[in-house]
């Protein structure tokens, strides 16, 4: 199949779901962030307390030649150790005179620090008149912008904001950032500044541009530091003088549902995609980690809906690799689980087209983390298995050892197996595996309508026509679930339908 008429074929599947993949709007904000180059500009700054003091170092700190105006006797401690020591840039005049209306003249930016709203509206009202935008301490009313909490990697800086709504937790995300960007980050950021101008010079706009940025980002994160500029010079003219450079492809295990469970090596690689082909599967919470101008296209399988074909997925991704594409085929759950990766590995293979593979974690380990339960508990359960739970022909896999199923001390995991559940059990109890064996079901894993459900095996059948067998379906089967046999079905969607 040629490669127009794979897009007629996909075009026509994502017609039928047109909201599947459709990168969303921008949506509200309650302030615009941007970064304002302070650097030998004038700076307005009144005040002399421990918040001035901080907002006094911080301004400094960009670069900015601040004009401190407080009285002597209004300097606080904070305030008279910073001039004492002096900024680590810019730099600090205090001025021993209160604030008035012939301070603003050429001023970037004027900030305050004053007790009353009368002053607080009076310096706003006199830094508007002199047109200069104005941030009042404290007093969101009389500020034209705000400051935020700060990730500090300069020339890499990360700003917070709640828009004043939650200061508290601008600064418990600013705590979550700082310890996924390592401090070497620095370094890096610095090192890109030295030779961003060789870059432009030597490697085009495109491909080439792009293959070492992503290769010098990948190790910013890995390693514990900085690389030296003449390394980083011939891996430019190895980019520059090497061929036309190809596209590649990169397949990502998307992990059960929740986006918090992805790999970081997973959101990088989303990040960086040009194309993203996604399973139906993935939520659009996971979408949205990825690089916006990305080009995402469904191709998973629908119930009753036309699907997107093995060969004509192989061939996509052989088409825009080739085009020069960096290309995510993003997999839910684990991609070596289940998940077809091996046909396309070895399709992308014969074609020479580089690919890696980013685990994700498998359907499996979130129906023990649901359950609270370990799937190898020494006591009760020596191995655990993956089973696929229904054949290419649509019936019961007939080439799995089914006796060696009904060995009563393991777990078996059954993925896939909803519309299989009454046969599984039937074909499990027939072997010789108790009909008292604990089960456990769990429809849409780490989502916000997850739903479970456990039992015997014997009722295996109904637990999961409670639960929906036209939801993805996960079957846990043996004594690691005994403790929940008597637990009621949890969850929405099978709470309707149980009382239905």
């Known amino acids: 199949m040629t490669g127009p008429r794979i897009e007629r074929r996909l075009s026509t599947i994502s017609e039928t779901n047109e909201a599947a993949g459709r990168r969303e709007r921008m949506g509200s904000l309650a302030t ?108 969101p009313a009389f500020c034209e912008f705000r400051f935020g909490s700060i990730v500090n990697r300069s020339p890499l800086v990360i700003g917070i904001s709640t828009d004043g709504a939650a200061p508290i937790l601008g600064q418990a995300a600013r705590r979550r950032i700082e310890t996924l960007l390592p401090p070497s980050l620095a370094g890096w950021a610095q090192l890109a500044a030295r030779i961003r101008g060789e870059v432009i010079d030597r490697l085009a706009p495109g491909p080439k541009r792009r293959a070492f940025w992503e290769r010098f980002s990948d190790r910013a994160f890995l390693a514990k530091s900085p690389a030296n500029d003449d390394e980083m010079k011939a891996s430019i003219e190895a980019i520059a003088t090497a061929g036309e450079s190809g596209g590649r492809v990169t397949l990502v295990g998307a992990g059960p549902g929740e986006a918090e469970l992805l790999t970081l090596k997973a959101v990088r690689a989303l990040q960086a995609a040009d194309v993203i082909l996604f399973d139906d599967l993935v939520s659009n919470d996971i979408l949205e980690l990825a690089r916006r101008e990305a080009k995402r296209m469904l191709v998973g399988k629908r119930a009753a809906r036309e699907s997107c074909r093995q060969e004509d997925i192989n061939r996509l991704m052989v088409q825009f690799a080739k085009a020069g594409k960096h290309v995510v085929r993003l997999k839910s759950g684990d991609v070596s689980v289940f998940g077809r990766a091996g046909e396309e590995l070895d399709e992308l293979k014969r074609e020479g087209i580089p690919v890696q593979i980013v685990p994700g974690i498998t359907a499996a380990s979130a129906l023990a983390a649901a359950f609270g339960v370990s799937l190898t508990h020494r006591d009760c359960a020596q191995q655990v298995r993956f089973v696929t739970g229904h054949s290419k022909k649509g019936g019961l896999p007939e080439e799995l050892d089914w006796h060696a199923l009904a060995e009563p001390h393991a777990t078996t995991i059954f993925y896939m197996g909803g519309r299989m559940a009454g046969r599984i059990a039937a074909r499990l109890i027939a072997e010789g595996l108790s009909a008292a064996t604990p089960v456990a079901v769990a429809a849409n894993l780490s989502r916000a309508d997850e739903t479970r459900a456990c039992g015997r095996l014997d009722g295996l059948g109904h637990l999961v026509e409670v639960i929906g067998v036209d939801r993805p379906i996960l079957i846990g089967v043996g004594p690691v679930f005994a403790e929940f046999q008597a637990m009621p079905v949890e969850g929405p969607l099978a709470a309707e339908r149980a009382a239905g």
């Not at 003091?53 to 601040?66: C, D, I, P, Q, Y």
Request: aromatic letters at 8%; proline letters at 4%; a negative charge.
């Open 32 to 139: 615009l962030p941007v970064f304002f180059d302070l650097r030998d500009k004038r700076v307005v700054m009144t005040g002399g307390g421990a918040g001035a003091a901080w907002k006094t170092e911080l301004l400094a700190a960009s670069g900015a030649k601040v004009d401190l105006y407080a009285e002597a006797d209004d300097i606080g401690e904070d305030m008279a150790e910073l001039l004492a020591a002096g900024p680590v840039d810019g730099s600090i005049r205090h001025h021993d005179r209160p604030w008035g209306i012939d301070i603003f003249q050429g001023a970037a930016i004027a900030v305050g620090d004053v007790e009353s709203e009368a002053e607080a509206k009076a310096f706003y009202c006199a830094a508007k008149a002199a047109g200069v935008p104005v941030n009042v301490v404290d007093k």
